[in-house]
């Protein structure tokens, strides 16, 4: 059993269009994160979700839309696709703070390339 | 602010060599914790260690090893006989207890030789 699953793995797509990536944990947590890994490998969080509510959207474009419909699904949504939002794109989820088990446990990622 | 720094770019060894990847943080949190993540070519992020703050106590695992020194905010990761296998990017990253998210560094990539 995938703890985390992302799909697609592979999404190539135009400039232009909308595209969605979907996340889902069977671990339990309460808190879901989308990563943003760029060419150049780095990586850095985009939002984060508590129990289906916002709590991180760290100044991402308002093109990029998460949407969670229960604590085990975090999709994210882009809206008229640009170049520059090829990239590996990780989703996450984790224990809570300070808990023994307390970790992060990510998806295996999803690249996207814009044409 | 929280930042993790990864000074090492790129790292080139033969296999059988020690390694030691550096990780310097910086955090004003007294509660946090630390973590290093290997990336192989296959892309995926694998958890190699968990650390908190309140516990300096160095760890072994197998060949990795992980020195944690408060008095100097570092959290270094020493591969000894290292082999091809550990060819990847290693990320090292922090969470704090104000901010629920990893801040990453930017990876140091290890190239093992045969």
């Known amino acids: 059993d995938t703890a985390v699953s992302q799909t697609p793995k592979y999404l190539v797509t135009q400039m232009g269009n909308d595209k969605s990536i979907k996340c889902e944990q069977n671990l339990g947590h309460d ?5 943003k890994q760029d060419s150049k490998k780095f990586l850095k969080i985009m939002f984060s979700y508590n129990n289906k509510e916002l709590i991180i ?3 991402v474009p308002n093109r990029f839309s998460p949407k969670s419909p229960d604590k085990a699904h975090l999709n994210l949504h882009i809206n008229s ?3 520059g939002d090829s990239a590996v794109y990780f989703c996450a989820s984790s224990h809570p703070f300070m808990g023994a088990n307390y970790g992060y446990t990510f998806g295996s990622g999803t690249r996207l390339t814009v044409v | 602010a929280q930042k993790v720094t990864q ?8 296999e059988k060599e ?21 990336q192989p070519p296959s892309g995926e992020l694998v958890f190699l260690i968990r650390r908190n703050s309140f516990d300096e106590q160095n760890e072994i695992s197998g060949r990795y090893s992980w020195n944690f020194q408060k ?4 959290f270094n990761f020493t591969i000894t006989a290292s082999q091809v296998v550990d060819s990847a ?3 090292c990253a922090l969470s704090t207890h104000n901010t629920d998210k ?3 560094g930017t990876g140091t990539r290890l190239q093992v030789f045969p």
């Open chain 1, 31 to 35: 808190t879901m994160y989308w990563y």
């Open chain 2, 102 to 104: 990893l801040i990453f």
């Open chain 1, 57 to 59: 959207n760290e100044t």
């Open chain 2, 7 to 14: 000074a090492q770019t790129e790292i080139s060894v033969v």
């Open chain 2, 18 to 38: 020690d390694v030691t990847l550096d990780c310097v943080y910086e955090t004003r949190d007294t509660t946090y914790y630390l973590f290093w993540y290997k």
């Open chain 1, 81 to 83: 696709l640009e170049l």
């Open chain 2, 71 to 74: 008095s100097t905010s570092s």
């Open chain 2, 89 to 91: 990017v290693y990320f």
